[in-house]
């Protein structure tokens, strides 16, 4: 049903990918991403099979916005874990971390926009 919406009804690559992109970073922000991968891993895969992306260009996208959101507040379960190691209240660690969170953000664009940028490693391996 998912990737029936996504293809037909949004029905452009670069859209139905920020969709995704989008629910990915509001569902990393409230589920661990070892969970996230197996549940979306195969529909993101067949969405991005649909549009004719790379499966480890899609998959690292999947990947960092999961990690993204995990820092996120307000569950961002990755957030809380390290605030307890450091000892460290969250709402003294949320404010610095806003402009790494947008870099990343930015960076993921970029990767999405310029799939060498994610590819170039693995084909040189290859």
Known sequence: EVMSFVVNTI???????????????????????????????PTVLAI????????????????????VGAITPPVGSFLFVSCGVANLPIDKAVKPLIPFIGTVLVVILLSFFIPSIVTMLPKIII
Request: aromatic residues 12%; negative net charge.
């Open 48 to 67: 991005g099979n649909a549009f004719g992306f790379d499966a480890i260009h899609y998959g690292v996208v999947m990947v960092i916005l999961m990690q």
């Open 11 to 41: 029905g452009s690559p670069v859209a139905g990918t920020l969709f995704l992109m989008v629910v990915i970073f509001i569902l990393g922000m409230f589920l661990d991403p070892t969970v996230l991968i197996a549940m979306l891993a």
